[in-house]
């Protein structure tokens, strides 16, 4: 059964005279595990539909059916870390655990140190657990998108929206989070979508590319791409 099921979902912004049509009926299923990166040139409505996914946004008409689970549990990053700058790396990275129910009724029973466990193992699988007691501000771009994944998977979710979470890093930095992710997601297997400029790391980290065109936006293409693929 899919995760989530887009029945002719319209999206139109604004109303009257100001009315855009920002997204025509679109029809997309999310089977779990897939890997979708969405590319396409800007205004295409990439983000509309990952707003649509984390239902942030309601449709303007069709409907979303999320399939499956009882709740779907969504982890989020964009192109800016916005790691708190008062908070330690680990406690960045612990805070969907503390505001994201189920987690806000348990976490008062539940000991801080098996928090810590949990973060710590994801700190380590990116490389960063030498810089949990670090401040934001000492880390490299890099590095501060690492603890961003981190902080978008700590929870377990189901579905982790990605957009452009590497959009303002160099060449060289960016693919190496490519494989950071794709280590991520093949010990997790969360639902991702990803919303990317690069086709070079849509064609290297998902299972399925969806591009899009604007004016209205909608999906033109929907392909499976194979995998794993080398790395190189
Ligand atoms: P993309 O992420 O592909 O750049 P968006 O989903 O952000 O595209 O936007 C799709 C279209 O909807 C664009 O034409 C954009 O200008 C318009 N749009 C997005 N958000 C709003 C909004 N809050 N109000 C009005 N128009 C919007
Ligand atoms: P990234 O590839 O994650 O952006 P950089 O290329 O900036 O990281 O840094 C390469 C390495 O240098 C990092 O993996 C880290 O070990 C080290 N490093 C970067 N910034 C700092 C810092 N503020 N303090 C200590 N070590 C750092």
């Known amino acids: 059964k899919p995760l989530i099921q887009f029945r002719d979902v319209s999206v139109t912004y604004g109303d009257g005279a100001d009315a855009t049509l920002a997204l025509s009926p679109t029809n997309l299923s999310i089977e779990q595990g897939d890997f979708i990166a969405l590319v396409g040139p800007s205004g295409c409505g990439k983000s509309t539909l990952l707003k649509l996914a984390s239902e942030l946004l309601a449709p303007s008409s069709g409907a979303l059916e999320f399939c499956g689970v009882e709740s779907v549990r969504v ?35 539940k000991r801080y140190n098996e928090y810590k466990d949990r973060v710590d193992q994801l700190l380590d699988q990116v490389g960063l657990l030498s810089f949990a ?36 890093l160099d060449q060289f930095t960016r693919e190496e989070l490519w494989g950071t992710l ?3 997601w093949l010990s997790k297997k969360p639902t991702v979508m990803l919303v990317t400029h690069d086709l070079r790391e849509a064609a290297y980290l998902a299972t399925r590319i969806c591009v899009m065109s604007p004016r209205p936006g909608r999906i033109l293409e929907d392909r499976s791409v194979s995998f794993p693929r080398p790395r190189s």
């Open 75 to 109: 982890g989020m990053a964009f192109q800016s870390a916005n790691l708190l700058p008062w908070l330690s790396i680990r406690k960045n990275v612990m805070m969907p655990l503390k505001i994201v129910p189920p987690y806000k009724a348990e976490y008062r029973k």
């Open 133 to 168: 007691e670090k401040q934001p501000w000492q880390l490299s771009g890099g590095m501060m998108q690492r603890a961003n994944l981190c902080r978008a998977l700590v929870h377990e979710p189901d579905l982790l929206l990605l957009d452009e979470p590497f959009g303002a």
């Open 182 to 184: 794709q280590d991520l």
